[in-house]
Nanobody, 118 residues
């Protein structure tokens, strides 16, 4: 099993910045890609950004140029730096770790609330 604990959410004004952190523990040798997802009220959970063990990153179009995902493999931690935040970024942000496979497992954190006021 892999445990993920997020931190860093909060309330920020539009145009502001936040940095989310996600610390992994447990069977971390099983972790392949790590990602951040967000879920706004009444909406489905959406992929925000992904980073591979080698550091290759991909982003949703809505956050390109504003969000940066990074990974410290020595600390087993993934980060999401968010700048130029918009009210539409308001959501619960979840950390995800995908295992090597097969079989492939997805592990999730408990989520951290990000609220951007206008």
């Amino acid at each position: 099993q892999v445990q993920l604990v997020e931190s860093g959410g909060g309330l920020v004004q539009a145009g502001g910045s936040l940095r989310l952190s996600c610390a992994a523990s447990g069977r971390i040798f099983r972790i392949n890609d790590m990602s951040w997802y967000c879920q706004a009220p009444g909406k489905q959970r959406e992929l925000v950004a992904t980073i591979t063990p080698g550091g290759t990153t991909t982003y949703a179009d809505s956050v390109k140029g504003r969000f940066t995902i990074s990974r410290d493999n020595a600390k087993n931690t993934v980060y999401l730096q968010m700048v130029s935040l918009k009210p539409e970024d308001t959501a619960v942000y979840y950390c995800n770790a995908r295992s090597w496979g097969p079989p492939i497992y997805d592990y999730w954190g408990q989520g951290t609330q990000v609220t951007v006021s206008s």
